[in-house]
């Protein structure tokens, strides 16, 4: 049996990347022959949709009210104009960290020798699998892409491959009516569905007949061990030294205020995994790291003594690695319950701050994670009982 996954690859995202190695790595090492297809993974469409920002906005309106909620969204609007222009302005360390990204994708993720443009994948009549994986990420989020018939593989009717979907996210918490007929068609189509949040299981019952199993992401099929030993580059950051690593999507200024307060505690630096180029307010006295590669990444998490992270990927990195960590969210996204889902499935709510301006800091820095372990290690056996199921 020969199985081809569908995801996001080669985007030059630490969450993205690391998912689509593990769901080959775990699949490959239960005795399948999988491999993640070399497509291409459409820029520019998040940015450019008018819906992200639409939705954005409102909910800054609505939750802080007229006079403060202008300011919020002023505060939107300048965060990206000056990302964009910062990546404009290092366009030459731009392209030297998506070098690091596709060599990681060519060494260590193993995948199709042809590589597919979206409209490839449109049009293609016959691929060389019996199965087809929908893998996971916010493959399902019509945000992130307008080419969501691949992404829900009704190209692989043509040759009547098996299709299911492992842990797919659609990030937003409810579909816009005017999709929900696409939507219960593409996901009628598939023979088996698993989502990675509780929302996105409530979303396809809602949408269509189809019934949805919750399972772990792919990051979570692999212990630290594993991780560690498969990838991590174990001289990339001195052992005598105590980190608090930062890794943020949203580059909220109090983020760093945090990692500073809890390093002072701690008696250590903050290291912060540097996605893009721009000054932030707050961010002076931090070692930024701006060309971490996917394995370098493992190696500064395995590293760490907290992590403060605003990122679904962040969070179950920490949860998975057994790291004393805190989940900064912004009350006003819409795209809060991929890290409200992997709390509440592990009881790790209290490690929630919602950055409102309060200030709020972690009522304790310690974690037991004995109990956490348990319902992982649950859900981890669960997770693969499903592949093993839909792939027998």
């Not at 180029?277 to 998490?301: L, T």
Request: hydrophobic share 40%; glycine share 4%.
């Amino acid at each position: 049996m020969k199985i081809g996954i569908v995801t996001f690859v080669k985007c030059d995202n630490y969450g993205a990347e690391l998912q689509a190695y593990a769901l080959q790595k775990k699949l490959n090492l239960l005795g399948y022959d999988a491999e993640v297809i070399n497509i291409e993974k459409e820029k520019g469409v998040l940015e450019s949709s008018f819906r992200s920002y639409r939705d954005a906005i409102i909910n800054r309106y609505k939750r802080y009210g007229l006079i403060k909620g202008t300011m919020k969204v002023a505060e939107l609007v300048k965060g990206k104009y000056d990302t964009r222009k910062a990546f404009v302005a290092n366009s030459e360390k731009v392209e030297e960290r998506h070098k690091i990204f596709e060599a990681f994708f060519d060494t260590y993720i193993k995948h199709s020798d042809q590589f597919y443009t979206l409209e490839d994948m449109r049009q293609i009549q016959k691929l060389p699998y019996d199965v087809m994986i929908a893998g996971s990420d916010q493959i399902w989020n019509f945000m992130q892409t307008r080419y969501l018939d691949v992404f829900f593989l009704m190209m692989a009717n043509r040759w009547n491959a098996r299709k299911i979907s492992y842990a797919a996210s659609f990030s937003v918490s409810r579909i816009p009516n005017g999709k929900k007929a696409m939507y219960k068609q593409y996901l009628e189509n598939m023979d088996a569905i698993s989502v990675r949040e509780i929302m996105g299981k409530d979303i396809v019952e809602s949408c269509s007949d189809c019934k949805a199993t919750v399972v772990l992401d792919p990051t979570l099929l692999i212990n630290r061990t594993e991780w560690v030993s498969f990838i991590g580059r174990k001289d990339y950051l001195l052992e005598n030294k105590r980190y608090v690593v930062v890794y943020t999507l949203s580059g909220s200024h109090y983020i760093y205020t945090l990692a500073k307060k809890i390093a002072r505690k701690l008696d250590a630096e903050v290291i912060n995994i540097k996605l893009g180029f721009s000054k932030v307010d707050g961010d002076d006295g931090i070692i930024h790291i701006c060309d971490a590669g996917p394995q370098e990444f493992i190696s500064i998490f395995n590293s760490a003594v907290y992590v403060i992270t605003d990122s679904f990927h962040g969070t179950a990195f920490s949860i998975n690695f057994n790291i004393p960590f805190t989940t900064l969210l912004n009350p006003a996204s819409n795209i809060n319950s991929r890290a409200l889902s992997i709390l509440k499935q592990t009881g790790m709510e209290e490690r929630l701050i919602y950055d409102d301006g309060s200030n709020k800091e972690p009522s304790s820095l310690a974690v037991d994670f004995e109990p956490v372990n348990k319902v992982i290690e649950a859900s981890r056996t669960a997770s693969l009982e499903f592949l093993r199921e839909n792939l027998a």
